[in-house]
């Protein structure tokens, strides 16, 4: 069975600081994907990033970069100087194929909160 | 332009009742799903549709009846509304069937309130 932990339910920090959510999963599919959502106050999902699971090589968009590791089925994500408009929760999910069709697992989220 | 739409965005109503929460898409997504997020956050796929065709569905109770008029659009049918039913339902949609890498759009969500 395919299953996504985010062990971190709370996180607090002050702006411009640095802040990894980490996210790991299990899944015996050969081929996945996984997914990085946020979920802003406002409470609509928005999608950040997707990674396939045979290309680990790390991925930067400006203060967001996320750490793939296949070795340690880890998929982490990091905000580099952290600014208030980050607090949200932010979801890990993985993709596969179940019945024809593809299945998204998502973990229990991390809410974040970056403080002024 | 919205790319995934839901009305209406809050509803609140009494125990016994029946609802609907409405979804489209205008994205030309083969595939759209329903998910429920509890008051815990935790998000869980109900339904998934491929082109009108009902392809997912999970442990959810007969009272929930999804209706896919065409494959733009995707609707939640609900009876006899229970006080654990309260949540906030996500429609979304993806390109293709049936692809693990294909990226899921979600609506901006419906508060559903049972009282």
């Known amino acids: 069975a395919q299953k996504v932990t985010q062990a971190q339910t709370e996180i607090s920090v002050v702006e411009k600081e640095d802040v990894t959510l980490d996210c790991v999963y299990e899944t015996r599919d050969t081929t996945y994907y996984l997914f990085w959502y946020k979920q802003p106050p406002s409470g609509e999902l928005v999608f950040l990033i997707r990674r396939n699971s045979f290309d680990e090589q790390n991925e930067i968009s400006g203060r967001y970069s996320w750490n793939f590791q296949k070795s340690t089925s880890s998929f982490n994500f990091t905000i580099t100087a952290s600014q208030v408009v980050d607090s949200a929760v932010y979801f890990c999910a993985l993709s596969g194929v179940i019945q024809g069709a593809q299945k998204l697992v998502f973990g229990q989220g991390t809410r974040l909160t970056i403080n002024p | 332009d919205t790319a995934v739409s839901q009305t209406p965005k809050y509803l609140v109503t009494q125990m016994g009742n029946d609802k609907s929460i409405k979804c489209e898409q205008n994205l030309g997504h083969d595939t759209m799903y329903w998910y429920k997020q509890d008051s815990k956050k935790f998000l869980k796929i109900m339904f998934s549709?491929?082109?009108?065709?009902?392809?997912i569905n999970e442990t959810v109770p007969n009272r929930f009846s999804p209706k896919s008029p065409d494959k733009a659009h995707l609707n939640l049918h609900i009876n006899s509304l229970e006080l654990g039913d309260s949540a906030v339902y996500f429609c979304?949609?993806?390109?293709?069937?049936?692809?693990?890498?294909?990226?899921?759009?979600f609506g901006p969500g419906t508060r559903l309130t049972v009282l």
């Open positions: 979304a949609s993806s390109r293709l069937f049936g692809r693990a890498a294909d990226t899921q759009y």
């Open positions: 549709y491929n082109n009108k065709e009902l392809i």
